[in-house]
Every structure is written in C-alpha cells, then in structure tokens.
Nanobody, 113 residues
Framework: QLQLVESGGGLVQPGGSLRLSCAAS????????IAWFRQAPGKQREGVSC????????NYVDAVKGRFSISRDNAKNTVLLQMNSLRSEDTAVYYC??????WGQGTQVTVSS
C-alpha cells in the first residue's frame, strides 16, 4: 500500500524559507499525481500545489505563485515543496496526497516573528 511521510516543517520568521519533503513508498513503476494541501486552524483544507504523474505539469494556488515550487526526486521517491518568502498566512499543517486517496500525517509550518 502506498504510504506518504511528510517532513521539514517548523517555525520560521516572515520572509524565511522552508523545504517540505513527502517521501513515498509502496508503489512501483509510474508515479501517482502528488499534491500538497494545507489546513490552517479554523479553516478548510486547501490545495497548494500539484504535480502530474509524469512530472511535466505543475500547478499552484494563486496565494503561493512565485513563492512556492514543487519538484520531485525520483531517485529518492520524494516530492519537495520549496517555500520562500513565507508569510504569517502560510501557517498551517501541510499534507501531501497521492491522487487524493492516500494522505500523509502532515507537518506543521508556523510563520511568526
């Protein structure tokens, strides 16, 4: 069964950077579509970024365009989310998902001075 494990969250000051990792295991051959979601306290979970199965198509929610970048390391079976110029409103638990079916446990990102 496919499993996802996020890491890389933490506390960072506004304007800082973090890189989240989503380590995938339990699948063979073709990558599933991978997406990053986030959920802030009291808010609904929202999609942040996604990458197609072949890695050629990526998308971002408007709020993070130009600041976040999704990439994939096939050798390490890991999808990365580079987050730059972080803002307080980026504070949330970040989750990765494979095809919206399999979910990781989440990693907390807190942007605060």
């Amino acid at each position: 069964q496919l499993q996802l494990v996020e890491s890389g969250g933490g506390l960072v000051q506004p304007g800082g950077s973090l890189r989240l990792s989503c380590a995938a295991s339990g699948f063979t051959g073709r990558w599933p579509q991978i997406a990053w979601f986030r959920q802030a306290p009291g808010k609904q979970r929202e999609g942040v970024s996604c990458m197609s199965s072949n890695g050629e198509m990526v998308n971002y929610v408007d709020a993070v365009k130009g600041r976040f970048s999704i990439s994939r390391d096939n050798a390490k079976n890991t999808v990365l989310l580079q987050m730059n110029s972080l803002r307080s409103e980026d504070t949330a638990v970040y989750y990765c998902t494979a095809s919206g079916v399999y979910w990781g446990q989440g990693t907390q990102v807190t942007v605060s001075s």
